[in-house]
């Protein structure tokens, strides 16, 4: 069995011997007595942190409802380090560096290994200059590295989860979406870019000279980048984030349904957080975003790749039930190997004949018995030999539908059910609402489809790019179409559109751009 090897943990375990010594927690024997675990429940709602404290209860780790003094281990869920920092500030906590203080993946881990797993970087929400140097990168990563080689299209660059600039790219993805909420697409998609080319580095930048023939780093991008090897934060940044315009903006799109111009328009009539909209009667609210506030917990906590596969399993019976040949597959950020989503997207066809139009309503109505919370379908709009859209963020035609699904947690983990029993927490909901995408598409089109609902976002756009600049072709999510010879290029596989435009092939989780 692995240790739990950092000193902080032996000295704080030193400093509690002798004052408690707790057997049962909540009912569950305590297994793991080294360390004390405390789960933050900002971002990620009161239900989830619930399912989650009575989880690791149950497989035995010692899990507190509060901050007390023997909490060792923090763990928190879509939060930066600033932020736990931050939080931990306003409940007076003086000194945070007695914690560890770990994403929410390290728990996840946790309980599918039944123990405590290593305390690996990938797990830490650390950002302090002095923990990059100790990073090792393989020499044959660094050693083969040319900046002036590195492309200045993401589709031409492999991007792994394996994020070493973390600090830089949070940085600018901040400034992104703040320009973004003021709808200025050439300073986002700026810093969008950046952050999108130090993810692809093996290794951390630590000085201006790492940077210097790399791509898309403009002087606003520079500037930023050189504060932070400096002072170890971003001055901008943080302005951003303390920045009252920001803050609320990022409320409100976090509402399903809600996007900048309706954020805009709330913002102008004077309301700055969510709890104030919620408490709004006058205002006239569209199906998808009272579903959006209805769910709001649920929603903003993220689904995980458990979740994700439960549901999976669900969407697929459910297809086959219609069309046994039916080929369901997840796309999105869980294709790409991501181990949390905000949503699950699923892409839907049926090789070999012609699609059935009214699938997906079939689908929809078997789940309207108990399953489904709240659904959008969308026609298809696709006209046959259409040219692909010249709009990089153009919607594409395909029939989809938003829906939100009732996914009862006792599929993910059948102990959750028999522990919320022996916990007697009766107030306790089994399940969760979920945010699913699905995605109809002709099979002659599927490696498109595939390839565009893969992702991410940025990779799509500079695939775009590439083909309109490099290539004078046009991709979209349906076709590839060729401008000099007039003609749309088939493909039956991802490979076959990487070959088409002359590109080395990109894996799916290679493409974290
Ligand atoms: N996409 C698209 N057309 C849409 C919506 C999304 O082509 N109308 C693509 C996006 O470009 C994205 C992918 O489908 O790359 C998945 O979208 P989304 O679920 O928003 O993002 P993920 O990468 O899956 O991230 P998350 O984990 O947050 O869901
Ligand atoms: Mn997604
Ligand atoms: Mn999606």
Not at 177 to 198: D, G, P, Q, T
Not at 272 to 301: I, P, W
Request: hydrophobic share 35%; net charge positive; with cysteine.
């Amino acid at each position: 069995m692995e240790r739990i090897r950092p000193p902080t943990i032996v000295s704080q375990r030193k400093r509690q011997k002798g004052m408690y010594s707790p057997k049962l927690s909540c009912g569950y024997e305590i297994k793991f007595i080294k360390l004390v675990i405390f789960i933050m429940q900002r971002k990620m709602g009161m239900t989830r942190r619930t399912f989650l404290m009575e989880l690791a209860r149950s497989k035995g780790f010692r899990v507190e409802s509060e901050l007390s003094d023997s909490v060792t281990h923090i763990v928190a869920e879509n939060n930066s380090y600033p932020e736990v920092l931050d939080w931990l500030k306003g409940q007076a906590v003086g000194d945070s560096s007695r914690f560890e203080i770990l994403d929410i993946s390290w728990l996840t881990a946790c309980m599918e290994m039944g123990r405590p797993v290593d305390l690996e970087m990938k797990y830490r929400l650390v950002e302090q200059a002095e923990q990059y140097p100790t990073l090792k990168t393989p020499e044959s990563e660094v050693s083969s590295f040319t900046a002036s080689k590195v492309s200045q299209y993401s589709c031409q660059r492999k991007t792994t989860l394996n994020n070493y600039n973390k600090k830089f790219t949070d940085a600018f993805e901040i400034m992104a979406e703040n320009y973004e909420f003021k709808e200025n697409e050439i300073f986002c998609l700026e810093f969008l870019r950046a952050a999108s080319v130090l993810k692809s580095l093996p290794f951390p930048v630590t000085s201006m000279k790492d940077i210097q023939g790399l791509p898309c780093m403009g002087d606003r991008v520079r500037d930023i980048i050189e504060e932070i090897i400096e002072e170890g934060e971003s001055s901008r940044a943080k302005d951003v984030l303390n920045d009252e315009r920001y803050k609320s903006f990022k409320q409100f799109t976090s509402v399903f349904g809600v996007g900048v111009k309706t954020s805009e328009k709330w913002f102008r009539m004077g309301l700055r957080t969510v709890e104030e909209v919620k408490a709004n009667k006058t205002l006239k609210l569209s199906k998808m975003q009272r579903a959006g506030f209805l769910y709001y917990e649920d929603l903003v906590s993220c689904v995980s790749k458990e979740e994700a596969d439960a549901v999976s399993l669900i969407v697929k019976n459910t297809v086959c039930t219609f069309l046994p040949d039916a080929l369901v597959t997840i796309t999105g950020g869980f294709r790409r190997g991501k181990k949390i989503g905000h949503d699950i997207d699923f892409l839907i066809t049926n090789p070999g004949q012609r699609e059935d139009d009214e699938l997906l309503h079939k689908v929809v109505n078997l789940w309207k018995k108990g399953l489904l919370l709240y659904c959008d379908i969308i026609e298809s709009t696709f006209v046959k030999e259409q040219i692909p859209s010249r709009h990089v963020d153009a919607m594409d035609h395909f029939q989809k539908c938003f829906a939100i699904l009732k996914l009862y947690q006792a599929r993910v983990d059948n102990s959750s059910y028999n522990m919320s029993k022996k916990c007697d927490m009766a107030e306790v909901k089994d399940w969760k609402a979920i945010r699913v995408d699905l995605v109809i598409t002709p099979f002659e089109q599927y490696a498109y489809a595939l390839l565009g609902w893969t992702g991410s976002r940025q990779f799509g756009r500079d695939l775009r790019r590439y083909a309109t600049h490099e290539r004078k072709m046009m991709l979209d999510n349906h076709a590839l179409y060729d401008k000099r010879k007039r003609v749309f290029l088939k493909a039956g596989s991802e490979e076959e559109i990487f070959a088409h435009l002359g590109l080395d092939y990109v894996e799916p989780w290679e493409r974290n751009a």
